[in-house]
């Protein structure tokens, strides 16, 4: 399905969404879905780790991916972003300033999760792709993108640890802190 240039930005524009639901464009419509306390909860818990792991980088998340790429701009649940790089005036962060992003999945993203973001984080160029699903308590760690793909897969259990190259860094994540629904 491809959108037309600018819809999004317009619909959420006008359109108040509370921060407990999140606006989706299905093939069945509009829909306003609710986040889960697992899905919030395990975000927080990744972002923390961030900040506390990730010297000279800072967790963000609630944003925007750009450019847009056939009119779409993915909203990832994490990431990290070097300090010196902020921008505190903007919502939207450059891919190529992405080294990694983080999907919580939750039951209405599934599909959109493992299937459709994969390749757009890997047409995009950014090196790691972690998929934390809080419905069955494992990871997917996706790297090393090519052509549109990522080429090397690694996935495990929640208890596990995580390692994410971070830049000349490796990124630690504790997944026994993740909620499980």
Known sequence: ???AEGWVELVQDRIDVPRSARLRLTENGLTVVPVTFAHRATQRRIENQIDQRLPGWVATSEFSVVPPRE????????????????????????????????????????????????????????????????????????????????QHEESGVFGDQISIPVADQTLTLDSSEFVRI
């Open 71 to 150: 009119g779409y701009k993915p909203e990832p649940d994490a990431t990290a972003i070097p300090l010196d790089l902020v921008q505190t005036d903007k919502s939207d962060i450059s891919e190529e300033l992405l080294p990694f992003v983080v999907e919580v999945v939750s039951p209405e993203s599934k599909n959109r999760d493992y299937n459709t973001k994969p390749s757009h984080y890997a047409l995009r160029g950014i090196p790691a792709y972690l998929i934390v699903d809080v419905l069955s308590a494992r990871w997917t760690l996706l790297t090393r993108p090519e052509d549109g793909e990522y």
């Open 1 to 3: 399905m491809t959108i």
